[in-house]
T-cell receptor, first 112, second 113 residues
Framework: GIQVEQSPPDLILQEGANSTLRCNFS?????LQWFHQNPWGQLINLFY???GTKQNGRLSATTVATERYSLLYISSSQTTDSGVYFC??????????????FGTGTRLKVLA | NAGVTQTPKFRVLKTGQSMTLLCAQD?????MYWYRQDPGMGLRLIHY???????AKGEVPDGYNVSRLKKQNFLLGLESAAPSQTSVYFC????????????FGEGSWLTVV
């Protein structure tokens, strides 16, 4: 099945620093989303981005579907950015069914 | 603003007991999903449904059953709980596939002793 790999697995930043998180996937996908899981366990949608570039405040994301990767940029990081960032890809299978597969995440800690 | 609601939020079970997790969504979504998340890992798909009356297996379906009798509800059952099923369970829903964001509930913490 499709593999989703995220890097780096862990990241520690000083408040105000910038960072780039990467998501590689092993096959073509129909859908790609980035999520933030906060320290309380809530999963929050960040971007739906199967291709192209989107920005939302200090966050932006770029997906290059032909090269099978997506990047999440965090600028001027804040302590509230801490948590785990997941990439999830969705794919319609030959049977017509659909699956979302999650990467193992990047654990981010932003220090004050 | 309910979105996706899971009950219960926390539960402790003894090995061999049964229980049902309930997921309800008020967004008229066709697709619903149950995932489990183990420490330090991503989410793994247990079962999913593409519409009322349908269910399908995900990556880790063994030991679980599901039902989707009503469009807004997706039930996850553990017939005979095992310690390996200690996990955080997330329900999610979406309109469909392409172009549709997936929305998650707040999670249900299950411990099997």
């Amino acid at each position: 099945g499709i593999q989703v790999e995220q890097s780096p697995p862990d990241l520690i930043l000083q408040e105000g620093a910038n960072s780039t998180l990467r998501c590689n996937f092993s096959d073509s996908v129909n859908n790609l989303q980035w999520f933030h899981q906060n320290p309380w366990g809530q999963l929050i949608n960040l971007f739906y981005i199967p291709s192209g570039t989107k920005q939302n405040g200090r966050l932006s994301a770029t997906t290059v579907a032909t090269e099978r990767y997506s990047l999440l940029y965090i600028s001027s990081s804040q302590t509230t950015d801490s948590g785990v960032y997941f990439c999830a890809v969705g794919r319609v299978l030959s049977s017509g069914t659909y699956k979302y597969i999650f990467g193992t995440g990047t654990r981010l800690k932003v220090l004050a | 603003n309910a979105g996706v609601t899971q009950t219960p939020k926390f539960r402790v079970l003894k090995t061999g007991q049964s229980m049902t997790l309930l997921c309800a969504q008020d967004m008229n979504h066709e697709y619903m999903y149950w995932y489990r998340q183990d420490p330090g890992m991503g989410l793994r798909l247990i079962h999913y449904s593409v519409g009322e009356g349908t269910t399908a297996k995900g990556e880790v379906p063994d030991g679980y059953n599901v039902s989707r009798l009503k469009k807004q509800n997706f039930l996850l059952g553990l017939e005979s709980a095992a310690p390996s099923q200690t996990s955080v369970y997330f329900c999610a829903s979406s309109f469909g596939t392409d172009g549709n964001t997936i929305y998650f509930g707040e999670g249900s913490w299950l411990t099997v002793v």
